[in-house]
């Protein structure tokens, strides 16, 4: 993770970290804060507790986002005092819907100079972000909401598995993980496990991301925490509350940063520390019905 997140992300990038409800990768949002990165732009659907961290640690300038705020419980409060009294620094907002961000994504990823989302009609997020424009249509007299395509720098995903080469397979909730993927620059891939090519080729339907785009693989078993991996691990919704009494106040947010991630070398010694909490996590076995591809015989 240290040397996927020296290489790769650099200080003035824009950053999507994507995932969503499960496979937020919080590894990778603690080894950036760790490593001091500055001036991100980050970008995504539903910024939750990792974006939390990453504004109050002063790495980012810059939110893309839709929907923000802890899951169930409220606000961010990091990301209010930012955008509220500057601190720690000002932070600069471009807001849209949920679909907006997923159009940014699909044109994006297809290199399209514009997405049409027919949802703003009657809200007033076009006239709070000036990037979502009317065109006229070409093919009638009415005008179109668009937004502009969205192309990170890096895209940063976490997985169930992927093989050495980065094919990445996903099960479970899935958000815009692949249309994050195609359209950035950079694709560093997280997973709990590494599993030989022979696996993944044995079910290639749960293959989301290939390996032609992925530029780095991590293997960092628990590096969603608290978020959730379906069948490795179960969302820690406790966190989630006792989160809103950790980022309440600057000074006690800062203590948990200095305890649990400047505070440790890396995800391993993170998920040691935490591993009383980590083994109350183990989900019980729900496995799919096998399926029969059927073998070729030329």
Known sequence: MHAAIR??????????????????????A?????????DLTLCRLTPDLAYDQ????????????????????GSLQAFRRAVEKNEPRALEL??????????????????????PVNSYVGSDLPRANPRIRQIQSPYGDEKIYVVPPLNPDVAILHAQRADKNGNTQIWGLTGVQKEAAFASQRVIVVVEELVDESVIRADPNRT??????????????FGAHPSYAQGYYDRDNAFYVEWDTIARE??????????????VENRAAYAAKMRARLEKLKPGDAFAEPINYGEYKA
């Open 54 to 73: 990453m504004i109050a640690a002063g790495v980012c300038k810059k939110l893309v986002f839709s929907y923000a705020g802890n899951p169930g419980v």
């Open 208 to 221: 989301l991301i290939p390996d032609l785009i992925v530029d780095a693989v991590v293997v960092e078993p």
């Open 250 to 263: 600057a000074a006690t947010l800062d203590a948990w940063l200095d305890e649990w991630v400047y505070g």
């Open 30 to 38: 603690h080894e950036i804060i760790r490593q001091r990165k500055r």
């Open 94 to 115: 471009e807001e849209y819907s949920h679909f907006g961000m997923v159009g940014r994504y699909i044109a994006g990823a297809a290199r399209l100079p514009f997405y």
């Open 7 to 28: 290489d790769l992300v650099r200080d003035g990038d824009t950053v999507a970290l994507e995932g969503f409800t499960q496979l937020i990768c919080f590894a990778a």
